[in-house]
């Protein structure tokens, strides 16, 4: 699956940037092979436009915002947020041209990063209770590209197989590849839920992050899918823990995916540092990071592509979802 080439793939909110790296100019960003600039009106609100001028096609985001609106570099022709022409400088007092505009994308603040949608949204941005819950601080983890299909991503955060092996250094058990049979399994509309307990192995730096001193435990954890290309993994520890943790693939274009993750958890930075658990999760990451980049790009949609087994049971449904709404929407 090319994500380039499926305009059904428009339809779904992306998060591409945090909001505080548009604190002070417009910035360019590449969504599914489509060039945007954002930057923030005088409201405070992220916007995104096409990242060229209709005048003589130069690059938008390299020009400055004045007034909330953003002016291109080339001649100094300025727009608003809907992508309207609001000031063309060599017109003094003429009336600016109806078709002097720019195509203007949906574009909202949410969990402090700017979301695009580049059509008519199917869905809502996914709804994660614990960050509006005043007991969880959010911490930011990394945003950076990775040379991977958003769908590999995807697929390997409900392998329930696959840390035994890729983690043996940070938290699987490799002395028991067996994966654990979910507890339950359920279909959304646009997505699917998984509940299951892992056993881990805790090293010395996750046990202060989790305030435990045990070296194994058991971790209940609630993987949730959101159409096409985002989830959450709930993990609860025995003690009453909660690390939640956010994973966006944003699909730049067919090889390239903008990894967006934070988490939430429901402890405070005297208990562990975000420092501390920034720095964990990055090393999972990295461990999957690597694998991933080395796996095909072009991700087949049909089940007979590539084999299976029992616990990869999410992936194959993933694929049929997706394989139904292309096909849904030619």
Not at 33 to 40: D, S, T, V
Not at 46 to 74: F, K, W
Request: with cysteine; net charge negative.
């Amino acid at each position: 699956m090319l994500v380039t080439q499926h305009s059904v793939l428009q339809r779904f909110w992306y998060p591409v940037m945090p909001i505080a790296h548009l604190q002070d100019n417009p910035q360019p960003f590449q969504l599914l092979g489509q060039r945007i600039a954002l930057w923030l009106d005088e409201e405070g609100m992220p916007r995104a436009v096409r990242d060229r001028c209709c005048h003589r096609t130069a690059q938008l985001s390299m020009g400055e915002v004045i007034d909330g609106n953003l002016r291109c570099p080339y001649h100094g022709w300025a727009f608003d947020g809907t992508g309207a022409c609001v000031d063309v400088p060599q017109l003094l007092d003429q009336p600016i041209p109806k078709t002097y505009r720019l195509d203007a994308f949906a574009c909202t603040e949410r969990y402090g990063y700017a979301w695009v949608c580049l059509g008519e949204p199917l869905t809502d941005i996914p709804d994660i209770p614990e960050a509006n819950d005043s007991q969880f601080r959010r911490i930011h983890q990394f945003y950076e590209p990775w040379n991977c299909a958003g769908l590999r991503l995807m697929e390997n955060s409900f392998d329930n197989a696959h840390p035994q092996f890729v983690h043996a250094n940070t938290f699987g058990i490799q002395q028991e590849p067996v994966p654990p049979i979910p507890d339950s399994f359920e279909e959304l509309e646009f997505g699917l839920r998984l509940r299951y307990n892992l056993p881990v192995f805790n090293i010395d730096t996750q046990k202060t992050n989790l305030g435990m001193t045990e070296e194994r435990t058991m971790r209940i954890s609630e993987g949730t899918w959101f159409m096409p290309f985002a989830r959450t993994l709930k993990i609860t520890y025995p003690h009453g823990l909660i690390h939640l943790i956010f994973t966006a693939a944003t699909p730049m274009s067919d090889r390239t995916s903008q990894i967006v993750q934070f988490c939430l958890r429901n402890d405070t930075e005297a208990d562990a540092t975000a420092e501390s658990i920034i720095a964990f999760d990055r090393r999972v990451t990295l461990e999957d990071k690597e694998i991933l980049e080395g796996s095909e790009f072009d991700v087949s949609l049909s089940i007979s592509a590539e084999q299976h087994m029992m616990s990869d049971k999410p992936s194959v449904v993933m694929r049929r979802k997706l394989a139904a709404l292309l096909k849904a929407h030619g």
